[in-house]
């Protein structure tokens, strides 16, 4: 089944029509029951997220019943929903809320996030912010664009090369932490000041939309989690970026396990990914020997 542009549109306007229904009412105005915690205590789900993930499903089922339709929380109740999804004619990926701690704790960097799966390859993806009403979006082999407040719409162009002294990235340093150890984190620590600056928004939507607007030059991710990166993956690329995994895959929705970094080309890539790599495992020859996750990151 061919996706029309149309269809696209049609995507884009349940996603802002549910944010302007169940996601901004609740913004700054959630009670503590409407609030908890899933694998561990800062991994916040809200009521807004679950309303939210319920009425996009049912309304793009409308639009496309062909399609396979997923949801964060969903797997999140079900994991071996993801299993599938390489082999699907077509699935429409959707994280209700992403940055879902900000938005519990009345911080403005969170979206929504929404991508289009046809037999394993991401073909659209849609990057939102609620409370702007503006968002990015990609359609495989046909550009990224940027859509303003003001209704036009923008290419998007993301960062060039340069020096190293000269980059701004997103690093979740406290993440490798649980994943690598503390003496890991430390050293990858150790690795900030050679940029110019390295900092985390907790929100992979307004992540990928300042890599492919070009507003910060490379960011290293924790997970591979197709509603994380699906979308903004594709953006960035369709913008002009690069990425890949640092133990040396391509992203693809079925991909469990690694560590996506994205750069604004491969020479770029390649020379952030070996420094980054030599502080993560230094006395390893393969980046993953000895990578441990402790359980409440499993």
């Known amino acids: 089944m061919d996706i029309s542009t149309a269809m696209y549109h049609q995507i884009t306007e349940v996603v802002r029509e549910v ?5 901004l009412p609740r913004y700054r105005a959630l009670a503590a029951g409407e609030v908890d915690s899933k694998d561990y205590a800062s991994d916040l789900v809200t009521i807004a997220d679950t309303e939210a993930e319920a009425a996009i499903t ?14 964060e929380e969903a797997v999140a109740a079900d994991p071996s929903l993801l299993d599938s999804l390489p082999e699907k004619e077509l699935v429409i990926i959707i994280d209700p809320i992403d940055g879902t701690w900000n938005f519990a704790k009345g911080n403005n960097n969170f979206g929504v996030i929404v991508s289009v799966i046809k037999k394993g390859e991401t073909v659209f993806g849609l990057l939102y912010d609620p409370l702007s009403d503006t968002w990015d979006m990609a359609v495989k082999d046909g550009g990224a664009w940027s ?11 993301a960062s060039p090369a340069k020096p190293l002294s000269e980059m701004i990235g997103f690093i979740p340093y406290y993440i490798f932490g649980y994943t690598h150890g503390q003496e890991a984190r430390d050293r990858l620590l150790k690795l900030f000041p050679e940029f110019d600056r390295i900092m985390s928004l907790r929100c992979s939507a307004h992540e990928y939309r300042m890599l492919s607007e070009g507003s910060v030059d490379f960011s ?13 993956v594709l953006i960035h690329q369709e913008a002009g970026g690069y990425s890949c995994t640092l133990e040396g895959d391509q992203y693809h929705v079925g991909l469990k396990e690694g560590h996506l970094l ?15 790599k030599a502080a993560l495992n230094p006395k390893q020859e393969g980046f993953l020997v000895g990578f441990t996750v402790t359980p409440e990151f499993k």
């Open 58 to 71: 049912e309304r793009l089922s409308c639009i496309i019943p062909e399609a396979f339709i997923i949801g």
């Open 147 to 157: 859509q303003g407040d003001d209704g036009k719409l923008k290419p998007l162009t």
């Open 262 to 276: 994205m750069a604004p080309d491969k020479e770029t890539w390649e020379l952030i990914a070996a420094k980054i």
């Open 19 to 23: 944010a302007k229904e169940l996601i």
């Open 220 to 232: 290293l991710t924790s997970n591979t989690k197709p509603w994380d990166h699906a979308a903004g």
